[in-house]
Structures are given as C-alpha cells and as structure tokens.
C-alpha cells in the first residue's frame, strides 16, 4: 500500500520551537453563573441572536426551544426573513412575537443587558471581535462564528477575556460536533494509519464571493444604500468610504478589509479534522502561493502548506490546502473528490479520507474499509447530540465545555489566519506562537493584525 502522498515533498525546514496556546479548565465565576440561570418559569435561556438573516438563520432554527429575547441585525429586510427564509426556518421568529428587535448591538446591552444569559455572533468577520468582546464585559456566554475574529490579535484578545470572564463558549465550526472527526481521531490513535506524516485538505466552493474581479475596491460605482440597511453600522470598526452592493451581504468575504477569503471561511471545517485527531499546535513555518492579486480582495487561487513540529513521539506533519478549483493528486485510483471539500491523511501504515466538515470518514482504498468493517475500534469519544448551537446551550444549562470552546477553537483560528496572512503578504512565513509574530518578514506582521484603525465609537 502507498502511504505517502503522491507528490515529492520540498525538503523540510529547521523548525522553530513553539509554546502551547490551549490552557486549562475554565472556572464559572458566580457572578457569571447568576446571569446564565435559566428561566426558573420554563428552564429556557434567554438568548439573543446579533446577525439574524445569512447565518443566523441556523441559529434560529436551532434554538428555537430556548427563549430567543433579543435579534439584532443592521438590515432590516434581511433580517426579518424573505420568503426563502421563511421557508427553511419554518417561521420561527413567528414565535418570539415579544422579542426586541435593534439595529445596533451597543444599544441592546444597553436596554437588555440584565435580561439576556447568552449571545450568538452571526455576522460578518470584521465585527466578530467589537461584538464578541462587549458580550463578554457585560458576562454573557458567547457563540461566534468561524473564524472567531478577523486577524490573531482579535483572536488571542477575545480568548483571554472569555477565559476570564468564566463564560461558556463555543465557535461555529460545526463539524466538531459531527461524526467523522471523532471516527478519525479514534482511529488514528488506534494505529490504523501509522505515523501519520501529511494530510491533503480541499475546498471546491466557487462563486465570486471569495475573489471579485476588481482592481480595487472602488472601481466598484458608488450607490445609495437601500432604505432597510444601515450601511454605518454595517462598516462598523472597518475605514469609512461610500457605499457599494458589492461590499455587503454574499460578497464581503472577498474584501480584505472585511473577510478572509474562502481559507477563512473554509479552513476552520476542511483542518479541524487533523487539528483534533493529530493534536496539532501552532505551525513553525506557512507557505503560499496564489493566483493574482487584486488590491483589496483575496486572490481566485491558493495553495498552503504548513509545516508542524513534531509532538513528543509524533513524526512532523505537513498539511497542504488546496482552493479555487485545484485538487489534491488521488490519493488512491480512481478516488472522487467529494463536493465542497475534505481532508485526505497520509500515514505509513494507511490513508484515510474525511468529509467536508468532517461528516464521515473512511479508511483507503475501499477494499481497506471493508476489511476492516467487523474490526474497527470502538466509539470512545462521547458524541454530541443536536448540533453545536444545542451543545452550546446545554452547557451553559448544565455545566461543562464544548467540543469548540475558545480553549480549542481559538488554536483552530490561528491556524486559518495564518494562511491567510501568508496569502495576503505573499511569501513563506516564520512563525513565533509563543510571542505571536512573524519572524522571517517583519511587513508580515500587519497582518496579523487588523490592518487598519478601528473607526472610533465601537469599544475597541
């Protein structure tokens, strides 16, 4: 059987060594756990929900049995529901007739700070981290969005606050809550694959919403924003400039300024996978190359690869991803890429493939599988019933962590955010976890950060 992938590998490079981002348990502090008392009336949290149209249509539906007390969204319309959100939520917010609606998220704590135990984060990237941040001062347990924040540094300030603040988190990386990433990590520590040395990761997404045809961003024509949006507090922390369609809604996950590009949005499904089954920490080293750069979006194609430091007695592991209509080779004759993406993991005794957000996995080639059907190892990893959001809310009922707390899910970030400042400053980076800088290109280091200043007012 062929173990490796089917490529010859670059040399290795010298490692650097890296310091561990996870920390320890979290203690609810009681002031915390006075605010996340469920309804004594009904049991149900009292939720509110900032981004209601796009995403935070999943999370409608799926808590809809809590008691949804607050929505918040900047677009009126699109937050109310078009007849196609209507129809995949069942009406839902039809059942929350007494709700509070607002515009502005600093205007909701405000009125309804003392009345809310909890709050999810369904918008887009660039105000992750004003939004997540005000929830934790006022002490809610907090849901966010993958990828957690827009750049590292938002990324390690809102886990250290959340860790101090006690609260219940979680990321919505929904695959931690799926099948496949725990038949992965039981079989490789079962030994099904060997020393597993590489993993080839993927997305087939398309659409021009990761990569506009611009050169710049105002070649786009200046409009007037419709009457049911509120484009000021749609731009938020991010440089004020006039109005365009293009920037809002499907389209600003390609903008630079407000989005990470398809690794951003990807890389946090196709890479929790590995990240969970090999335990994985920081990469020393992040490779890019890519298509054409257009100045303010994220470029058609790209390819990564990472290179991580051996763990104890585990071999180094290279992690190559794949975009824009590039695939990894076959891992075995006659393989067919699943739609949207997935991961492949090479070891020296075996291949296994995982599904887009880690729905399933199985061993290769197929006839490997099926040996092994009647001798596979045994489900010792609790499974989650319900989904992330369910996970989320039971735990904050009940006590305990979710698979995707802010412990395992900002590491996870870091790793998708890394690629994306690798693409965006072109070049192969040297990366320092422990004090959080590139090390080989001092430029790179704008990106990890925001990039720019926060336009005032917003708490950051």
Request: hydrophobic share 40%; charged share 20%.
């Amino acid at each position: 059987m062929n173990t490796h992938p089917p490529f010859s590998s670059t040399p290795r490079r010298q490692f650097l060594k890296t310091a561990a981002l996870t920390t320890g348990g979290v203690l609810l502090s009681r002031s915390v756990l006075r605010g996340a008392a469920p309804s004594p009336a009904n049991g149900r949290l009292q939720i509110a929900l900032i981004g209601v149209g796009g995403r935070g249509q999943s999370a409608l539906t799926a808590l809809q049995n809590e008691q949804l007390v607050a929505f918040c969204d900047v677009d009126f319309a699109r937050s109310r529901g078009t007849p196609a959100q209507i129809a995949k939520n069942g009406g839902v917010l039809a059942r929350f007739p007494q709700a509070k609606w607002f515009s502005d998220f600093r205007v909701m704590f405000e009125q309804m700070a003392d009345q809310i135990d909890a709050v999810v984060v369904s918008v887009p990237d660039h105000m992750h981290f004003p939004i997540a941040m005000a929830a934790v001062r006022h002490g809610k347990h907090l849901y966010v969005e993958k990828p957690l924040c827009r750049c590292i540094t938002e990324v390690r300030a809102l886990h250290a606050a959340a860790n101090k603040a006690g609260i219940v988190t979680q990321m919505g990386n929904q695959g931690r809550a799926a099948e496949g990433i725990r038949l992965a990590r039981e079989w490789v520590q079962a030994g099904l694959l060997g020393r597993v040395h590489t993993v080839h990761a993927w997305n087939t997404s398309a659409g021009a919403s990761y990569s506009l045809n611009l050169e710049t961003a105002s070649d786009a024509p200046v409009e007037t924003p419709p009457p049911t949006l509120n484009y000021d507090l749609w731009l938020g922390v991010a440089p004020e400039r006039p109005y365009r369609k293009i920037y809002s809604h499907s389209s600003w996950r390609g903008f630079t300024d407000y989005g990470t590009g398809r690794l951003g949005d990807w890389a946090c499904h196709q890479l929790d996978a590995a990240y969970y089954a090999l335990d994985l920490d920081a990469p020393t080293t992040i490779e890019a190359a890519s298509s054409e750069e257009k100045k303010d979006t994220f470029p058609a194609i790209n390819t990564l690869s990472y290179a991580f430091p051996a763990r104890g007695a585990r071999p180094p592991v290279t992690v190559k991803w794949f975009d824009g209509g590039l695939l990894p080779p076959e891992p075995v004759e006659g393989f067919k890429f699943s739609a949207g993406g997935g991961s492949i993991f090479y070891g020296d005794k075996g291949i296994m493939w995982v599904g887009s957000h880690s729905s399933s996995a199985r061993l290769l080639p197929e006839a490997r599988m099926q040996e092994m059907r009647g001798s596979l190892p045994p489900k010792t990893i609790p499974r989650v019933v319900g989904g992330p959001h369910v996970e989320w809310a039971n735990a904050i009922r009940n006590g305990g962590r979710c698979g995707s707390n802010f412990d395992y899910a900002a590491p996870l970030a870091e790793i998708a955010l890394l690629g994306v400042a690798a693409i965006r400053a072109r070049t192969t980076l040297a990366w320092d976890s422990a004090v959080g800088r590139v090390t080989n290109h001092e430029f790179a280091n704008r990106f990890i950060g925001p990039g720019y200043a926060y336009r005032p007012g917003w708490g950051v």
